[in-house]
């Protein structure tokens, strides 16, 4: 076992290179500072954001891309504080995360010292766990210990909250003695990972029975890199699949069991085929008010095999018939392996095919068509965007209308390549993730889809990617308005539209966008909507940013009124005709 004397400080950043951290995002100041001078000599690369929420979301898009945690580090007080809404949008999300926060020296702990904040106590209901470091032989354990709980399990953020006085090479009371391998103290926490026999034999015969089955997958799919074994379960039974905002890709667009996503801004087959299903096989997801709409007339008729590793999730929102707590790779691969072996019954599911071919048919995703004089309209710039890019690309949106237009326009074919913010539903969370993203993999396409609401909060992180070399393309829609507020005024408030309007002409984008080193464009007619787009693919020496200046009266449909139950779907005007 090799030991070395060494500070608090070097200790911290040695023990993140022992932990495979290759990138981390971060803003230095006085109670960090001291790590940051360790950073100079070593591996990784410091990615210098222009807010602290930067680094956080930059941190959560390098995880969602890869699987691996992201790392980011800041100071104390308001830079611990900047970065609450990205770890909160990671705990919601099961984002595994570290962050490193500077603290002011224990001694001062409690005392109002400049820039303290109870950075622990503030956290501690959004992270999977948090520690406060009060000894610096203490650190390689808490840094292995915090990244095994990030990444276990369900996955989700973990913060370390690092007092000045421990890392501080000047103050005696940082020295340590280095050893590299450090054994972590975690008694309690044994995430449960293999699935009781007898709850898959109790769920295989339930799929067995069934005679309108759906698969709901969630997110927790892709947490566990369980998409290759989903697709081998739905092609096994022949059952049909939705997929939740969280798990775009994790079963591809284009396959023919593929029904489409749930939920609010669903699309029909998706959404009615769960309200009449008899069984939902819910894989990793976990029955969010956003995909069962009024809970009491959610799939009234629907039995429940519910997968999940957290056991805190199953019969949280909806009581399950048979409930299996483990890895959901693990529990599909059993299922696979039960429904092989027993076979996937014999009930006739044709009545139940052909239904779901009708709704497809009578309902697509659609809009009305572009005419002459009308503004561009949002869909057509994702289609375009879509055709015109590898089916590789990896995109990102912020939260409103384009982010349910990137959903349900795009044509999600790979796992990993959609990154969004779901639960917390975090305004700005476009371009800082699609840094993170594009850090992680420089060879691939990484588009961000924002809104010009959510452009407002997060855009200067493209002074980082100017400066950091991160080639990322932004796809921004701007209809002047905070659109999905806008459209809510207007289908439920009698059209009194209250704070919603931005403005036309301020702020200039595209100036603003060069000023911050991108290339910038900006598109008002359809017709160079393809060109554009075409430009800034070409593009790869810098960001680019494409103003798509669009309609403000577009809408986002299908939709389920807050409150409503799925069987109330609003689909588009000229659908409305249809038989149901």
Same mark, same amino acid.
């Given at each position: 076992?090799?030991?070395?004397?060494?500070?608090?400080?070097?200790?911290?950043?040695?023990?993140?290179?022992?932990?495979?951290?290759?990138?981390?995002?971060?803003?230095?100041?006085?109670?960090?500072?001291?790590?940051?001078?360790?950073?100079?000599?070593?591996?990784?690369?410091?990615?210098?954001?222009?807010?602290?929420?930067?680094?956080?979301?930059?941190?959560?898009?390098?995880?969602?891309?890869?699987?691996?945690?992201?790392?980011?580090?800041?100071?104390?007080?308001?830079?611990?504080?900047?970065?609450?809404?990205?770890?909160?949008?990671?705990?919601?999300?099961?984002?595994?995360?570290?962050?490193?926060?500077?603290?002011?020296?224990?001694?001062?702990?409690?005392?109002?010292?400049?820039?303290?904040?109870?950075?622990?106590?503030?956290?501690?209901?959004?992270?999977?766990?948090?520690?406060?470091?009060?000894?610096?032989?203490?650190?390689?354990?808490?840094?292995?210990?915090?990244?095994?709980?990030?990444?276990?399990?369900?996955?989700?953020?973990?913060?370390?909250?690092?007092?000045?006085?421990?890392?501080?090479?000047?103050?005696?009371?940082?020295?340590?003695?280095?050893?590299?391998?450090?054994?972590?103290?975690?008694?309690?926490?044994?995430?449960?990972?293999?699935?009781?026999?007898?709850?898959?034999?109790?769920?295989?015969?339930?799929?067995?029975?069934?005679?309108?089955?759906?698969?709901?997958?969630?997110?927790?799919?892709?947490?566990?890199?369980?998409?290759?074994? %989903?697709?081998?379960?739905?092609?096994?039974?022949?059952?049909?699949?939705?997929?939740?905002?969280?798990?775009?890709?994790?079963?591809?667009?284009?396959?023919?069991?593929?029904?489409?996503?749930?939920?609010?801004?669903?699309?029909?087959?998706?959404?009615?085929?769960?309200?009449?299903?008899?069984?939902?096989?819910? %894989?990793?997801?976990?029955?969010?008010?956003?995909?069962?709409?009024?809970?009491?007339?959610?799939?009234?008729?629907?039995?429940?095999?519910?997968?999940?590793?957290?056991?805190?999730?199953?019969?949280?929102?909806?009581?399950?018939?048979?409930?299996?707590?483990?890895?959901?790779?693990?529990?599909?691969?059993?299922?696979?392996?039960?429904?092989?072996?027993?076979?996937?019954?014999?009930?006739?599911?044709?009545?139940?095919?052909?239904?779901?071919?009708?709704?497809?048919?009578?309902?697509?995703?659609?809009?009305?068509?572009?005419?002459?004089?009308?503004?561009?309209?949002?869909?057509?710039?994702?289609?375009?965007?879509?055709?015109?890019?590898?089916?590789?690309?990896?995109?990102?949106?912020?939260?409103?209308?384009?982010?349910?237009?990137?959903?349900?326009?795009?044509?999600?074919?790979?796992?990993?390549?959609?990154?969004?913010?779901?639960?917390?539903?975090?305004?700005?969370?476009?371009?800082?993730?699609?840094?993170?993203?594009?850090?992680?993999?420089?060879?691939?396409?990484?588009?961000?889809?924002?809104?010009?609401?959510?452009?407002?909060?997060?855009?200067?992180?493209?002074?980082?990617?100017?400066?950091?070399?991160?080639?990322?393309?932004?796809?921004?829609?701007?209809?002047?308005?905070?659109?999905?507020?806008?459209?809510?005024?207007?289908?439920?408030?009698?059209?009194?539209?209250?704070?919603?309007?931005?403005?036309?002409?301020?702020?200039?984008?595209?100036?603003?966008?060069?000023?911050?080193?991108?290339?910038?464009?900006?598109?008002?007619?359809?017709?160079?909507?393809?060109?554009?787009?075409?430009?800034?693919?070409?593009?790869?020496?810098?960001?680019?940013?494409?103003?798509?200046?669009?309609?403000?009266?577009?809408?986002?449909?299908?939709?389920?009124?807050?409150?409503?139950?799925?069987?109330?779907?609003?689909?588009?005007?000229?659908?409305?005709?249809?038989?149901?």
């Amino acid at each position: 076992m090799t030991t070395e004397r060494m500070d608090g400080g070097r200790a911290l950043i040695r023990a993140l290179e022992h932990e495979g951290v290759e990138v981390m995002f971060g803003l230095p100041g006085g109670a960090i500072l001291p790590v940051y001078d360790p950073i100079i000599d070593s591996s990784i690369r410091h990615i210098l954001v222009r807010h602290e929420q930067g680094a956080g979301h930059m941190a959560e898009g390098y995880a969602h891309a890869t699987g691996r945690p992201g790392v980011a580090m800041v100071t104390s007080g308001p830079a611990a504080t900047n970065i609450v809404t990205p770890l909160c949008d990671a705990y919601l999300d099961s984002v595994p995360m570290v962050v490193i926060t500077g603290q002011v020296p224990y001694a001062a702990i409690g005392t109002d010292a400049f820039q303290e904040c109870d950075t622990t106590g503030i956290t501690q209901s959004i992270t999977k766990h948090n520690f406060l470091v009060t000894d610096p032989q203490d650190i390689p354990r808490t840094i292995k210990e915090a990244f095994h709980i990030a990444t276990t399990g369900r996955p989700g953020p973990v913060l370390v909250d690092i007092p000045k006085d421990i890392v501080d090479p000047t103050n005696p009371r940082s020295e340590m003695v280095w050893e590299d391998d450090v054994e972590m103290d975690l008694p309690g926490y044994r995430p449960q990972v293999e699935v009781d026999p007898e709850a898959i034999r109790a769920a295989a015969k339930l799929v067995r029975d069934a005679e309108r089955p759906v698969l709901y997958v969630g997110g927790g799919i892709l947490k566990a890199r369980a998409a290759e074994v %989903l697709r081998e379960l739905a092609e096994l039974t022949g059952i049909g699949v939705v997929t939740t905002l969280m798990a775009r890709g994790a079963f591809p667009d284009s396959h023919e069991l593929c029904l489409g996503m749930p939920g609010m801004h669903g699309n029909y087959t998706a959404v009615t085929a769960m309200q009449e299903a008899d069984l939902l096989v819910a %894989l990793g997801a976990r029955f969010d008010d956003r995909v069962t709409g009024r809970l009491e007339g959610f799939a009234p008729e629907a039995r429940v095999v519910h997968v999940d590793i957290d056991p805190a999730e199953l019969g949280k929102v909806r009581r399950p018939d048979v409930a299996v707590q483990g890895d959901v790779r693990v529990a599909i691969e059993a299922l696979v392996a039960e429904l092989s072996d027993g076979g996937t019954g014999e009930v006739d599911r044709s009545a139940w095919r052909s239904r779901i071919s009708g709704w497809q048919e009578r309902f697509p995703l659609a809009y009305e068509p572009w005419v002459p004089g009308d503004a561009l309209k949002p869909q057509y710039v994702i289609e375009q965007l879509r055709d015109a890019t590898p089916a590789d690309t990896i995109v990102t949106s912020g939260v409103g209308q384009h982010q349910m237009w990137a959903s349900q326009y795009w044509t999600f074919d790979y796992p990993y390549t959609w990154i969004n913010s779901g639960g917390l539903g975090t305004m700005g969370f476009s371009i800082p993730a699609a840094i993170g993203a594009k850090v992680a993999y420089p060879e691939r396409m990484v588009w961000a889809i924002d809104g010009d609401g959510c452009f407002q909060m997060t855009a200067q992180e493209l002074v980082t990617a100017a400066v950091e070399d991160i080639p990322i393309k932004v796809a921004l829609l701007n209809n002047s308005y905070l659109g999905m507020v806008r459209q809510w005024q207007e289908m439920f408030y009698e059209e009194r539209y209250s704070e919603v309007f931005l403005s036309k002409e301020v702020p200039d984008y595209k100036m603003w966008a060069e000023s911050m080193g991108c290339h910038a464009i900006r598109i008002d007619d359809p017709d160079e909507v393809d060109s554009a787009i075409a430009q800034a693919n070409e593009v790869d020496d810098r960001p680019v940013v494409i103003d798509f200046r669009v309609a403000a009266d577009e809408k986002v449909f299908p939709m389920v009124p807050s409150g409503k139950s799925n069987s109330e779907l609003v689909v588009p005007e000229f659908q409305r005709d249809q038989p149901r």
